[in-house]
């Protein structure tokens, strides 16, 4: 999402707001923000979500969430 136009980025942030509030009006729970990283093991390796706003990059051949990092 780096790579997107300040506007498209504001539009986006607005999107998410306005979820916000239809869930809070409507009284239900919107899912965590996050995504998957890939834990290396023995096996080869297990999928965790990990919670936080980010991205997804490549990184050892797998599309993995990179969290965003704080300024």
């Not at 009006?25 to 923000?33: A, N, Q, T, W």
Request: with cysteine.
């Amino acid at each position: 999402m780096s790579d997107l136009p300040d506007e498209i980025k504001q539009d986006l942030k607005h999107i998410d707001e306005v979820c916000k509030k239809i869930a809070e009006r409507d009284g239900f729970k919107l899912p965590p923000v996050g995504g998957y990283i890939k834990k290396a093991n023995e096996h080869g390796g297990t999928w965790s979500f990990v919670e936080g706003e980010g991205t997804y990059e490549l990184k050892d051949g797998e599309m993995q969430w990179k969290l965003k990092s704080i300024k």
